[in-house]
């Protein structure tokens, strides 16, 4: 893992540094995390949307931390309400389907999951995603309460259900007993 030497001056504001690391000598040695990008704040940002930090001591240095998880759920297509009979119920292969909703953290947990389990079993078995608040009519349909849930079907009929941010091994054992 990269790290950063941070080095605090007394000209910085209490705000930005601790008081105990606010001597010049003091240096410190923190690991890199990539996971928030700060942008500049074009105009047309509406201030505290839900992705952007609500730290005020980070707005009135012109720029925004920007949470960019959202942005990983990309690989496994997702399946809407007019497309949900030729690519689940019809299809020949078993199919896998998560259900989410891109504010529930468990979910995010998952994604990667079933983005892995869909390269692995490439020819084998579709995977699809439905966004919950999108398609509430599917969850509806097949009772889904609690998110994330993941569902096997086969032949048209649901044929497995497994609740909540689960193990990969979990969905494998699943998975294998209908291929």
């Not at 942008?39 to 730290?55: H, L, M, Q, T, Y």
């Not at 920007?66 to 007019?82: G, H, L, R, S, Y």
């Not at 849930?149 to 909540?164: D, L, P, R, S």
């Amino acid at each position: 893992m990269a790290s950063a030497t941070v080095t605090f001056s007394p000209i910085m504001s209490p705000v930005s540094a601790p008081p105990f690391l606010s001597h010049p000598r003091i240096s410190l040695t923190l690991p890199e995390f990539r996971g928030l990008k700060i942008k500049s704040r074009p105009a047309s940002v509406v201030p505290f949307s839900r992705s952007v930090s609500r730290d005020p001591r980070l707005h009135g240095r012109g720029g925004l931390v920007v949470c960019e998880a959202q942005e990983t759920a990309v690989d496994v297509a997702p399946v809407k309400e007019d497309a949900w009979q030729s690519l689940v119920l019809d299809c020949e292969l078993p199919v896998l389907v998560e259900f989410w909703a891109p504010w529930c953290g468990p979910c995010r947990m998952i994604h990667p999951v079933v983005d892995e389990l869909s390269k692995d079993y490439t020819g084998k078995l579709k995977c699809y995603k439905v966004n919950t608040d999108e398609c509430p009519n599917i969850a509806t349909r097949y009772g889904i309460r609690s998110i994330p849930t993941v569902m096997i079907f086969k032949n048209g009929e649901k044929k497995e259900a497994v609740v909540g941010a689960v193990p990969k091994s979990t969905l494998i054992s699943c998975i294998e007993r209908f291929l």
